[in-house]
Structures are given as C-alpha cells and as structure tokens.
Nanobody, 124 residues
Framework: VQLQASGGGLVQAGASLRLSCAAS???????MGWFRQAPGKEREFVAA????????SYGDSVKGRFTISRDHAKNTVYLQMNSLKPEDTAVYYC???????????????????WGQGTLVTVSS
C-alpha cells in the first residue's frame, strides 16, 4: 500500500483546509487514519474512519472542527479542517490499518502503512 498525502499549506487562524490521502497498491484497508506531529511533541491521533461500513473517531482537540470522509471510487480519504488554530500546526500523516479489529485504533502502532506527511501551518 502506498499512501500519498497532500493539501497542506500556510493559512491564517480561522481558515479551512482539506487534506487528501490517496491510496494505491493494495487499496483495501480496514481503517484509514490521520495523525499529526508538531515540532517537539509526540504524535497525536486526529481522526480515523472505517473503509467499509460506518464508523469514525476523532481526537478530542479536533472534535467539532475536523471531518474525515472517504471516496471509494478514488481510493482517497479526506480530512476537512475548519476553524483552524495555531495549535493545529503540524505535519499531518495518513495511515492505513489492514487488520480487522472491531474497533478503530487511535494509537499509531496498529497502523501498517504511513504516508509521507503534509505540513499544515496556521498563523495567528
């Protein structure tokens, strides 16, 4: 599985961005997720969604502002980020979990493949 993340950039606080994660290779995954890592901080769970069926999960810091979605035809997962804050500044990574677990993992270890990351910078 190859994951290509895109859509990052420099925006002002309050703005919106949409990140994309295009999957190629083995395109079936159980869960697709987004994580982020700011300089000097640990990796943080942002959101994840089941590739088939319903079910999604969000980190507490982004609930109500970010929305994860998927497009099966395009093998792409999106992260719509609204009301961005300076503390959202980070490199955002998409990840794929190929194993059915019954739950949506919110830590990085269960994810099998990772994209290269896309930088989001939010100025105040």
């Amino acid at each position: 599985v190859q994951l290509q993340a895109s859509g990052g950039g420099l925006v002002q606080a309050g703005a919106s961005l949409r990140l994309s994660c295009a999957a190629s290779g083995r395109t079936f995954s159980y869960v697709m997720g987004w994580f982020r890592q700011a300089p000097g901080k640990e990796r943080e769970f942002v959101a994840a969604i089941k590739w088939l069926g319903s079910g999604s999960s969000y980190g507490d810091s982004v609930k109500g502002r970010f929305t994860i979605s998927r497009d099966h035809a395009k093998n792409t997962v999106y992260l719509q980020m609204n009301s961005l804050k300076p503390e959202d500044t980070a490199v955002y990574y998409c990840a794929a979990d190929l194993n059915s677990r019954g739950t949506i993992p919110t830590t990085g270890d269960p994810y099998d493949y990772w994209g290269q990351g896309t930088l989001v910078t939010v100025s105040s």
